[in-house]
T-cell receptor
């Protein structure tokens, strides 16, 4: 199993640009999550999904959108990138309450 | 939302020393988890605790779920250089999406 994979690893965006962060898992987990990690801070939940076709907001959803058309994929969309969205983004999946994390995407918005 | 206070923020220790870090919360959690993150990687689960008072070991690591359900600690015995990284605690409430993370403890081990 590859586990949780994320692409790209790094990206630099200009203010106002849009992009999609990709996340895929091959463990057949129902639950998937997107977190952001800012320097010196714990992970903050952006969006989560309990299964294909079902998504819901987490703690910090503003400026982001998600979709979950399949069990495997859970892309995160930034429509109008802002400097405040500079962060490291982690995708995770779980069957029950133990979450498994991807390697992260480091995003810089200039 | 619920806040997790993790301490210490950072530790600089000599190889062979024992390490202790802890997390406290103003609210109760149903599950406590401890993760380790190395540079450029995502957090990796070390230990999961499911019952108040539970004490669980994973090699040189030992973690406990506090009796009040508002705290947890992680001990690392006989530290080695590869223990270097950031250790995060996480508490889970009623639902899988109700997870809160501490700010992390950055561990440096000097050979």
């Amino acid at each position: 199993n590859a586990g949780v994979t994320q692409t790209p690893k790094f990206r630099i965006l200009k203010i106002g640009q849009s992009m999609t962060l990709q996340c895929a898992q091959d463990m057949n987990h129902n639950y998937m999550y997107w977190y952001r990690q800012d320097p010196g801070m714990g992970l903050k939940l952006i969006y989560y999904s309990v299964g294909a076709g079902i998504t819901d907001k987490g703690e910090v959803p503003n400026g982001y959108n998600v979709s979950r058309s399949t069990t495997e994929d859970f892309p995160l969309r930034l429509e109008l990138a802002a400097p405040s969205q500079t962060s490291v983004y982690f995708c995770a999946s779980s069957l029950a309450d133990t979450q498994y994390f991807g390697p992260g995407t480091r995003l810089t918005v200039l | 939302g619920q806040q997790l206070n993790q301490s210490p923020q950072s530790m600089f220790i000599q190889e062979g020393e024992d390490v202790s870090m802890n997390c406290t919360s103003s609210s109760i959690f149903n599950t406590w988890l401890w993760y380790k993150q190395e540079p450029g990687e995502g957090p990796v689960l070390l230990i999961a605790l499911y019952k108040a008072g539970e004490l669980t070991s994973n090699g040189r690591l030992t973690a406990q779920f506090g009796i009040t359900r508002k705290d947890s600690f992680l001990n690392i015995s006989a530290s080695i250089p590869s223990d270097v990284g950031i250790y995060f605690c996480a508490g889970r409430g009623l639902n899988n999406n109700d997870m809160r993370f501490g700010a992390g403890t950055r561990l440096t081990v000097k050979p």
